[in-house]
């Protein structure tokens, strides 16, 4: 057999420093479009899992009249007594923790300045507020009978220049439409990693929270973790009940889910215009290659090569190029994404509150399939490009390639 | 026997809008086992009609018929195919592959023909001693000297056992030392194996060694040596 390998490897060799060069080029498009996909998988990742964990959990049951845009806390948009249906849905197995929430709107003030917020009530000791008790900056958690305590966010804290045990004053608007007003003690300030979500919101012990807004026993939902998302659809069958709505995180977040769709698609697009310019590169080289080694075609078409001969040449000397490059690049590309993966990239507030929560840190996650994917792309689309000058090579005549021998 | 018959053959070239009529009616049948020379001044039709008999090219008009086989129909592939196992071709410059050791470019033809790695060793050593290059086996083309690169073009020429080798001014690149041993070799080679050589030159040195000497003049066959003699 003819070993095209050897011949397209000596072949590579004869221009070194253009065939680095080139091998180089896809090998930077395929680091840059490797660490795109990280970044992108950890920012979707990290977007679902935060705003899953600190917004909408995996299910919520709600009040059928519910909206949850309004915070209204009137009592005909309220469960009452929830903490039955909590027992029964905390024994479902798939149910990793289920709590009853109270959301109201307010104003923090201190001195003359003043911010909106949420008010949440929480059952302070469920394990559905780790992230608020793991991300403690300073100070204490809630305990479920205090009546003054109030956890605020690091972003509010700051720019109301507010410190544990300082007083601040809190608006809320009530059950029956009109606003109260108290006094109350930071007891501790938290940090989730997400400013857009710890500016503005605001933590009280449910209790304390009922009572001051008039809800009394009421609350606005039963925010409920699951051992595994997937099961929301099950586990929202099972807990079905007259006056309620239950709402799983897919439902609850269309906008993110379809992002995270779509994102495979994003990445395939801009995998294809980077390597689209990367296969010039490649394309450049060979016709050089060709143009260069005319004669030579020449040479082997008078002793008998055939037209597939000369392509599968120029095909294994693309081949090669891709191999070297596109190993080179994943190794860059993957260094570069576990570099970052373990230090994260810092965004700050990006703005972005309400549907789609993202934390301040962006730690690109790459995933196997992810790299296998860019690598065989990268190969098949190098190797489809270099079919032209390969061709090119074919189908010259052996006369005209000779021409100028004498 | 007759290697190659052409009939009446013209080749036209055209770039742009003008026509060059490079070869304008010419016949000429070469037997098997002749040593040819074709000689005439440049530009004269030499090359034009080597690459006729050798199949790399087609003429404008005329027929062309090698070992008994038409040519005027073949595809570019078919003609490669009858290349390959019939035809060796020796040129001016030296046209070996530069990637490639002595050894590597001798080997060529046969692996495009197939042969196993045993027949190719054998062929190869053979014809690397015939042209007495045994100590440059493994060297590149850029560590050979303008005679030594030649007569490894020879041996590849002679590697698949060809009815014919077609060389076109094998020896205008040489200095004469290296320009006699060429034609010793190939003369020895015409001698013991029978292989027909047809060669184009205008170096007297050269011609002196062909036992058929043909003249082209302006694309038409002028004089040839085999013919004088009938007529
Ligand atoms: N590929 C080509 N394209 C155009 N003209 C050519 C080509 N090859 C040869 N010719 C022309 O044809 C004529 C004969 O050329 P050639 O066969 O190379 O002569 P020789 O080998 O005797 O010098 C010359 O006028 C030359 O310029
Ligand atoms: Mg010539």
Redesign the pocket.
Known sequence: MLNYFKIAYRNLGRHRRRSILSGLALAMGTALLMFIAAFFQGEMRSSMETTLRLNTGHIQVQDADYDPDKLSVAWEYLIENPQQAVVQIEALEQVQTATPRLMASGIVSVLDESIGVQIMGIVPDSEANDPYRDGLVSGEFLTADDREGILIGYPLAESLGLEVGDQLTLLVNTSDGDVDEQNFRVRGVFSTGTSAYDKGIVFLPLAKAQAFSGAENHASMIFILLHDREQADAVADAIQGEGYQVKTWSEMNELLVLVNDFSNAYLMIINLIVLGVTATVIINTLLMSVFERTREIGILTAIGMKGRQIIALFLAEASLLALGGIAFGSLMGWALSAYFGKVGIYFGDLGISGDMLLQDRIYPYLTFDSAVNLMITAFIITVLASIYPARMASRMEP??AL?GS? | MEVAKLTDVTRV?K?GEVE?R?LNGVSITIGSGEFTSLV?P???????LLQLIGCLDQPTSGRVVINGKETTNLNRNQRADLRKGTIGFVFQFFALIPTLTAYENVEMPLLLNGKNPAERKHRVMELLEAVDLMDRVHHRPDQLSGGQQQRVAVARALATNPTMILADEPTANLDTTNGEQIMDIMKKLNHETGVTFVF?THDPRVIKHANRVVT?QDGLITNDSNTNGKS
Request: proline share 0%.
């Open positions: 006369v005209e021409h004498n | 070239y770039i060059t490079a005439g440049s530009g004269s039709g030499k090359t034009t184009a082209l």
